[in-house]
């Protein structure tokens, strides 16, 4: 009785499955946008920061014509220095050159005020635990 049971149920599966239709999708349906390409479009922008009390100083601008793209931008590191990057993009790839003005400074070294604490003491003999031998 039970091994015709589970033939019934199999093959009622089986139908259902074979019955039902896989959804059809149209080839005009909406596209992700990676995938919808828009043609590039010329362009023009600079900005920048210098605000003293933070230290923030930093820049960038860039053109392109919708096919090279050009631009630099500026940053004070916290070292002192200012990284300097000119980069190019075009159907080549994107070419950066970096370059550094000023000179990198660090505070003085101070060795910390933290005082190391005692050493623990070595367990003894007496306590050190027992275990029950099997």
């Not at 920061?49 to 053109?63: G, L, R, T």
């Not at 660090?106 to 060795?111: A, G, H, M, R």
């Not at 910390?112 to 007496?126: D, I, Q, V």
Request: net charge negative.
């Amino acid at each position: 009785m039970q091994v015709q049971t589970v033939i019934i149920f199999v093959s009622l599966a089986g139908v259902l499955a074979a019955g039902q239709e896989q959804p059809q999708y149209e080839s005009g349906a909406a596209k992700s946008s990676y995938e919808q390409q828009q043609a590039p479009m010329p362009h023009s922008f600079a900005w920048a920061v210098k605000d003293e009390p933070s230290k923030n100083d930093y820049s960038h601008q860039q053109e392109s014509d919708g096919k090279v793209t050009t631009g630099s931008y500026r940053v004070v590191l916290p070292d002192g220095r200012t990284q300097i990057v000119t980069y190019k993009a075009d159907q080549n790839g994107y070419v950066a050159d970096v370059k550094y003005e000023g000179e990198a400074r660090y505070p003085e070294y101070k060795p910390s005020s933290y005082n190391k604490p005692a050493e623990y003491p070595t367990p003894t003999e007496a306590a050190k635990p027992e275990y029950p031998s099997a």
